[in-house]
């Protein structure tokens, strides 16, 4: 039964599962992708420098993967919220609405995962043109067709799924039947304790790795860097709100001073809702701090052992990272279009007490831009203690080195998807009809 | 200046097209007076819901002219429309009618603030003494009862001196006392400040708080009394059934 309705509802709601499909079809491209070039190069000792790099990049994949999967099916649940009251109305009971749920998300995972291992031959084929002609790999990289990456990749593609539709399926039953129709604006507690405790649990192993990173071989510092990175990304964001309560309320401030009228409720909302705020600051700061972390990594390792790249070697690691980057926009776009597209009835409210369209504009941007500043401000921090860390193993000294014009296209292009995902979100409630309810 | 405080003027309203088009609304003709209190009912589907989104700009008549003190608010852009439901008019839902994150004073001020006007804080401070939230200035939506956050959408209304103040069932929501504690506020409002107020009910109980009571049915005004019991407008309710 549970089966029959999960495809039914996958069927009649491809465009809202879409983005879902697409962020499992490209973790299971890059990962079954790299997975290929891998097994190509296995036995060749010249390409062992690169397939380090690639087997880092498929798992910073796999890593970030969880996180966006996560956040395009809760957008998933969240549009169905309706559904689910009316499932639960008529007897479903919450654990069935989350097996629902989870069915719907494992259908979506498995199709995109097979379209993903398909589109994963053209893609390494792509990538070994790209080493090779960049220099980024010393010889010719050969695709090999072997089933272990695909195997992986089908492996992988349920795999991250699986605890995303479980987040998500918990927002969903977290919904009572009546809730629907009168939303509830209860405040949520800061900081529940289990959320504390994982993150200060991944905040500690996070500090772990920084310090073992100068002490362990050469080879494994760059793991353990990137490593501490994704350990001090999940204790952020689990502790985040905290942070973005102060930081959102002092830029709210001065918000709501230059312009009262557009910035008062944003203020508010950063200040009561910081969780809600994280959720699409989350995002931002995992891009910033991945990318940075990998992109100057290879900057400060080249500068420690005197390599001055030029040409298209010089862009190879920029433009590697640029393609993880792209992925990361997806659920930086669907984060700040989820928390706008929550706020449907409150926008539709201050239209009717008169805030004009130029107001609500303003009013987005302003929430988006500190939303998006606090995130790239906390990825920054990450970033640069891992990088620090990595300086120290490689030349002794506290320092790395930087692009600043390559940092601020990652950040610049953080805030302009933040930007166009709350636009978009709330053109129909700007513009549309101003009719209470639905 | 005429002495309507809005003028319907051949509004008609449909929606859908073809064959599923539905008239909520058919040529209606009416001014709703100064200072007065109006009760606007019907059976479900009679058009009573969209008669208040024309009248109060929420929506756009298909054609017909709806006059907010002698403008016709059918030709403003959105822009100007945004101004006018900011100055001049006033709105209240059944629910929904205050902004979660904002503490009820924030609510009160915040047409002010859009428009970038500081209200005189004893003045918010004795109004939302009048409506019964002395105290509360600083609870958010979530901590008041639904009797009192319609009472902060009430004292939000108030504060800018209205042209006419729109409710729409405002009472579904609330038990009978809370209800009633909220129509005596309205009614109030008509009386002690001259306030014009429109307002949609199903229920009876509500209506005769008001001066006039409108009748609709399939998008048409169908009958009007002046200040009738409740057994009139029950006995006119179901007489058209």
Request: net charge positive; charged share 15%.
């Amino acid at each position: 039964m549970i089966s029959t309705l999960a495809w039914n509802n996958v069927r009649t709601n491809r465009l809202g599962l879409a983005a879902s499909f697409a962020a499992v079809l490209l973790a299971a491209m890059l990962v079954s992708g790299s997975g290929l070039l891998v097994a190509g190069a296995d036995t060749r000792d010249e390409l062992s420098d690169i397939m380090g790099l690639l087997v880092l990049s498929a798992a910073v994949s796999g890593f970030v993967a969880v996180f966006v999967v996560a956040g395009t099916l809760s957008m998933h649940v969240l549009r169905q919220r309706r559904t689910w009251a009316l499932l639960r109305s008529v007897g479903m009971t919450s654990r069935q609405v989350s097996r629902l749920i989870t069915a719907e998300a494992m259908v979506v995972a498995v199709l995109a995962s097979a379209a993903g291992c398909v589109l994963a031959v053209p893609y390494a084929a792509l990538m070994a043109g790209f080493l090779r002609t960049t220099g980024l790999a010393a010889a010719d990289v050969p695709v090999e067709m072997t089933t272990g990456p695909f195997i992986l990749a089908l492996v992988t593609g349920p795999g991250v799924t699986l605890p995303a539709a479980r987040v998500a399926a918990r927002k969903a039953i977290g919904v009572r039947p009546l809730e629907v129709l009168r939303e509830s604006a209860a405040q949520r507690r800061l900081l529940p304790w289990p959320r504390a405790v994982v993150g200060a649990i991944a905040l500690a192993g996070g500090i772990v790795l920084l310090w073992l990173v100068p002490q362990v071989k050469p080879v494994a510092a760059v793991p353990a860097g990137l490593g501490a990175t994704m350990a001090l990304c999940v204790g952020a964001s689990a502790l985040g709100p905290v942070a973005l309560r102060v930081m959102g309320g002092a830029l709210g401030a001065l918000v709501a001073w230059i312009d009262p009228g557009a910035g008062m409720p944003v203020r508010a909302s950063l200040v009561t809702q910081p969780r809600r705020a994280m959720s699409a600051a989350s995002p931002v700061m995992l891009t910033v701090a991945l990318a940075c972390t990998f992109l100057f990594a290879v900057a400060t390792g080249d500068a420690a052992t005197g390599i001055t790249r030029t040409g298209p070697s010089a862009w190879a690691a920029p433009m590697m990272v640029g393609s993880a980057v792209i992925y990361t926009v997806i659920s930086v776009l669907n984060a700040t279009a989820m928390t706008m597209a929550e706020r449907t009835e409150e926008i539709r409210l201050l239209r009717t007490v008169g805030t004009g369209p130029r107001q609500l504009v303003r009013a987005v941007c302003w929430e988006t831009l500190i939303v998006t500043s606090v995130g790239a401000l906390l990825g920054t921090g990450i970033a640069a203690a891992s990088l620090t860390a990595l300086g120290k193993a490689a030349t002794g000294e506290a320092w790395f080195a930087y692009s600043p014009l390559q940092y601020a296209t990652l950040v610049l292009v953080c805030v302009a998807s933040g930007l166009s995902g709350a636009l978009a979100a709330t053109w129909k409630v700007r513009h549309g009809p101003l009719l209470p309810g639905d | 200046m005429s002495d309507h405080a809005v003028l319907l003027q051949g509004v008609t309203r449909t929606y859908g097209s073809g064959a599923t088009e539905v008239a909520a609304l058919r040529q209606v003709d009416h001014g709703f007076p100064r200072g007065g209190f109006t009760a606007v009912m019907g059976p479900s589907g009679s058009g009573k819901s969209t008669l208040l989104q024309c009248a109060s700009g929420l929506d756009r008549p298909d054609s017909g002219a709806v006059r907010v003190a002698g403008q016709d608010i059918t030709r403003l852009a959105e822009n100007e429309l945004a101004v006018l439901r900011r100055d001049r008019i006033g709105v209240i839902f059944q629910s929904f009618n205050l902004v979660p994150s904002l503490t009820a004073w924030q609510n009160v001020i915040l047409p002010s603030r859009l428009a970038r006007r500081r209200p005189d804080p004893a003045h918010v401070r004795g109004l939302l003494a009048r409506v019964g939230l002395a105290g509360r200035e600083r609870h958010r939506p979530a901590q008041l009862s639904g009797g009192q956050q319609q009472r902060v959408a009430i004292a939000r209304a108030l504060l800018g001196r209205p042209e006419v103040l729109f409710a729409d069932e405002p009472t579904g929501a609330l038990d009978r006392g809370t209800g009633r504690q909220v129509l005596a506020l309205l009614r109030e409002a008509v009386d002690e400040f001259g306030q014009t107020v429109v307002m949609v009910t199903h229920d009876p109980e509500a209506a005769v708080r008001a001066d006039q009571v409108l009748f609709l049915t399939d998008g048409r005004i169908v009958d009007i009394l002046d200040r009738p019991s409740t057994a009139q407008i029950g006995a006119r309710l179901d007489g058209r059934r």
